[in-house]
C-alpha cells in the first residue's frame, strides 16, 4: 500500500557496521539455509552495498558490508538472520544523473529478487533520488528507510503433498480473467476477513462459483507487488489494477488475510493448491516491460538505485532520460543480459517455486 508521510530528516549513522562471511553469488536474493542466509544482489557500477537488517518493528538493528563480489554480484552469508526477517540495500557508486549514474546511499533499497516484501510505501520527496524542487539536480541527502517497506527473507517449503496440474489442453481451455481483489470483495458466501485475497479466491465458495461457470482456468491481474504512483496518491487513489511492479519475485502484499511477513507467499501457493485440487489452471499477467519507479523524476526504490544503466533503457544521446517505449515512463533493458536474467527467473519461480501453469 502506498500512502503520504512527512519528510524524515537525513540519514542516521549506522546502528552497527559488520563484515558478512563471504557467501556465494548465486542464487540472487536472500536464501535460507536452515542456519543463516546468503544475500547476493547484481550491482554493476556500485562502489560499495550494505545489508540493512530490520526487527519486526521495521526498526534498523545491523548493516553489513557486503565486502564480496564475483561477476558483478555482491554477496555476503550471515548467521542466525532466517525466515520473517526484514532487510534492504544502500548502495554507493556515482551520482551522475546527465550520465544515467543515479546512485544514492542515502535510498533503502529493495531487493530485486525479494520473495516478499512488507510495509508500504510512503509517497513523497523522501523517495526522490535527487533535491525535491530541482528538477532532476543535486544529490537528496534524506533517509528514505522511514517511507519505504522491507525486503523480507522467506522460507520457500511448502507442503504441496499431491498438487498437480491440470494441464487442460488449448482446444478445452477457457479463461476466466479476475482481479483477486475484486472477485470476492462483495461475495456474501466469502468469510469477510478473506474476502479480496488469496484466501479468499481459495474459498470453496468461490471456487464452486467458477467451476459452475464451466471454465478451466483463471488469469489473475497483476500480482506482483507494486506501487502507487505519486499522481494517484496525490488525488486520493491508488493502483488498484496493479500494473506498477516494483517487485517481480513478491506476491502482492494488500491481497494477503495473513500477514506480510512471507505469510503472503503461502497464502498465495495454498491458493494455487486449492484451484489445482478443482481442476483450474492459475495463469499470471505479468508486466515485464517496465517497473513502478517511473521516469527520472520517480522515485529510488529499488531498480535505479542498484543499477540504472542495466535494468533501464536510456536515451543514448541523453541518459538523463529514460527510453519510454510503451508510454509507460521507462523500459525495462532486456538487452542487458542481467535483466534478461531476472525476467527467466521470475518466470522460472512461478513454474517451480508457485506452480502457476502459464
Same mark, same amino acid.
Given at each position: 500500500?502506498?500512502?503520504?508521510?512527512?519528510?524524515?530528516?537525513?540519514?542516521?549513522?549506522?546502528?552497527?557496521?559488520?563484515?558478512?562471511?563471504?557467501?556465494?553469488?548465486?542464487?540472487?536474493?536472500?536464501?535460507?539455509?536452515?542456519?543463516?542466509?546468503?544475500?547476493?544482489?547484481?550491482?554493476?557500477?556500485?562502489?560499495?552495498? $550494505?545489508?540493512?537488517?530490520? !526487527?519486526?518493528?521495521?526498526?534498523?538493528?545491523?548493516?553489513?558490508?557486503?565486502?564480496?563480489?564475483?561477476?558483478?554480484?555482491?554477496?555476503?552469508?550471515?548467521?542466525?538472520?532466517?525466515?520473517?526477517?526484514?532487510?534492504?540495500?544502500?548502495?554507493?557508486?556515482?551520482?551522475?544523473?546527465?550520465? &544515467?549514474?543515479?546512485?544514492?546511499?542515502?535510498?533503502?533499497?529493495? !531487493?530485486?529478487?525479494?520473495?516478499?516484501?512488507?510495509?508500504?510505501?510512503?509517497?513523497?520527496?523522501?523517495?526522490?533520488? /535527487?533535491?525535491?524542487?530541482?528538477?532532476?539536480?543535486?544529490?537528496?541527502?534524506?533517509?528514505?528507510?522511514?517511507?519505504?517497506?522491507?525486503?523480507?527473507?522467506?522460507?520457500?517449503?511448502?507442503?504441496?503433498?499431491? !498438487?498437480?496440474?491440470?494441464?487442460?489442453?488449448?482446444?478445452?481451455?477457457?479463461?476466466? $480473467?479476475?482481479?483477486?481483489?475484486?472477485?470476492?470483495?462483495?461475495?456474501? $458466501? *466469502?468469510?469477510? @476477513?478473506?474476502?479480496?485475497?488469496?484466501?479468499?479466491?481459495? +474459498?470453496?465458495?468461490?471456487?464452486?462459483?467458477?467451476?459452475?461457470?464451466?471454465?478451466?482456468?483463471?488469469?489473475?491481474?497483476? *500480482?506482483?507487488?507494486?506501487?502507487?504512483?505519486?499522481?494517484?496518491?496525490?488525488? @486520493?487513489?491508488?493502483? /488498484?489494477?496493479?500494473?506498477?511492479? *516494483?517487485?517481480?519475485?513478491?506476491?502482492?502484499?494488500?491481497?494477503?488475510?495473513?500477514?506480510?511477513? @512471507?505469510?503472503?507467499?503461502?497464502?498465495?501457493?495454498?491458493?494455487?493448491?486449492?484451484?489445482?485440487?478443482?481442476?483450474?489452471?492459475?495463469?499470471?499477467?505479468?508486466?515485464?516491460?517496465?517497473?513502478?519507479?517511473?521516469?527520472?523524476?520517480?522515485?529510488?526504490?529499488?531498480?535505479? @538505485?542498484?543499477?540504472? +544503466?542495466?535494468?533501464?533503457?536510456?536515451? !543514448?544521446?541523453?541518459?538523463?532520460?529514460?527510453?519510454?517505449? =510503451?508510454?509507460?515512463?521507462?523500459?525495462?533493458?532486456?538487452?542487458?543480459?542481467? =535483466?534478461?536474467?531476472?525476467?527467466?527467473?521470475?518466470?522460472?519461480?512461478?513454474?517451480?517455486?508457485?506452480?502457476?501453469? &502459464?
Amino acid at each position: 500500500m502506498t500512502s503520504v508521510a512527512p519528510e524524515p530528516p537525513a540519514i542516521p549513522d549506522a546502528a552497527s557496521h559488520q563484515v558478512a562471511w563471504p557467501g556465494s553469488d548465486a542464487p540472487l536474493g536472500a536464501t535460507w539455509d536452515g542456519e543463516g542466509t546468503n544475500f547476493a544482489v547484481f550491482a554493476e557500477m556500485a562502489e560499495a552495498v $550494505e545489508l540493512v537488517l530490520y !526487527d519486526e518493528r521495521g526498526e534498523e538493528t545491523e548493516t553489513y558490508d557486503l565486502v564480496e563480489r564475483t561477476d558483478l554480484v555482491w554477496h555476503g552469508y550471515v548467521e542466525t538472520v532466517g525466515p520473517g526477517r526484514l532487510y534492504g540495500y544502500r548502495v554507493r557508486g556515482p551520482y551522475a544523473p546527465e550520465h &544515467g549514474l543515479r546512485y544514492n546511499h542515502n535510498k533503502l533499497l529493495l !531487493d530485486p529478487y525479494a520473495l516478499a516484501i512488507s510495509g508500504e510505501f510512503h509517497m513523497g520527496s523522501a523517495l526522490l533520488g /535527487y533535491r525535491p524542487g530541482t528538477d532532476d539536480g543535486p544529490m537528496s541527502d534524506v533517509d528514505s528507510a522511514p517511507a519505504m517497506p522491507r525486503s523480507v527473507v522467506v522460507d520457500r517449503a511448502f507442503p504441496w503433498g499431491e !498438487d498437480r496440474r491440470p494441464n487442460t489442453s488449448w482446444t478445452d481451455t477457457i479463461i476466466y $480473467e479476475l482481479h483477486v481483489k475484486g472477485f470476492t470483495k462483495r461475495n456474501p $458466501e *466469502v468469510p469477510k @476477513g478473506l474476502r479480496g485475497t488469496y484466501a479468499g479466491l481459495a +474459498h470453496p465458495a468461490a471456487i464452486e462459483h467458477l467451476v459452475n461457470l464451466g471454465v478451466t482456468a483463471v488469469e489473475l491481474m497483476p *500480482v506482483h507487488h507494486f506501487i502507487d504512483g505519486a499522481h494517484l496518491v496525490d488525488q @486520493g487513489l491508488v493502483n /488498484y489494477w496493479g500494473y506498477d511492479s *516494483v517487485g517481480y519475485f513478491a506476491p502482492e502484499g494488500r491481497y494477503s488475510s495473513a500477514g506480510t511477513g @512471507g505469510q503472503q507467499v503461502r497464502e498465495f501457493k495454498a491458493m494455487v493448491r486449492a484451484l489445482h485440487a478443482a481442476g483450474l489452471e492459475v495463469i499470471l499477467d505479468v508486466v515485464y516491460n517496465h517497473t513502478g519507479e517511473g521516469n527520472h523524476l520517480g522515485p529510488t526504490v529499488s531498480f535505479r @538505485g542498484l543499477d540504472n +544503466h542495466a535494468y533501464y533503457r536510456l536515451m !543514448d544521446q541523453n541518459p538523463r532520460f529514460y527510453f519510454d517505449v =510503451t508510454v509507460t515512463r521507462n523500459s525495462l533493458n532486456v538487452r542487458n543480459p542481467h =535483466t534478461l536474467q531476472m525476467i527467466l527467473y521470475s518466470l522460472r519461480n512461478g513454474d517451480t517455486e508457485r506452480h502457476v501453469d &502459464g
